[in-house]
């Protein structure tokens, strides 16, 4: 029964900007902590960033520190990714998931959505 569903991605050029969104359901959304994972071909799932359940409470991977911030609205039962200065090297499948910890650590989420592409050409 719980769904995250990523919507958002696409193509840009390198240097532009993307949001992505992950609508939850089936959960009680301000329990989790919150995060988003990407995938590209051949390489494993990586971290990318994590939010608490209070929204204050931030961590992001260092490839992307700077250039990326998530969000959440939880009356809305929602996450953000926003990127900017996106570059070719961040292209890749991109999910949310949901934890009952504080966690960079992909073995300690819960639930995971099907993925969004997100494509940075050059």
């Known amino acids: 029964q719980v769904q995250l569903v990523e919507s958002g991605g696409g193509l840009v050029q390198a240097g532009g900007s993307l949001r992505l969104s992950c609508a939850a359901s089936g959960l009680t959304f301000s329990n989790y902590v919150m995060g988003w994972f990407r995938q590209a071909p051949g390489k494993e799932r990586e971290f990318v960033a994590t939010?608490?359940?209070?929204?204050?409470?931030?961590k992001y991977a260092d490839s992307v520190k700077g250039r990326f911030t998530i969000s959440r609205a939880n009356t809305k039962n929602t996450v953000y990714l926003q990127m900017n200065r996106l570059k070719p090297e961040d292209t890749a499948v991109y999910y949310c998931a949901a934890s009952r910890t504080y966690s960079a650590n992909r073995g300690n989420y819960d639930y995971w959505g099907q993925g969004t592409q997100v494509t940075v050409s050059s």
């Open positions: 939010v608490h359940w209070n929204a204050f409470t931030t």
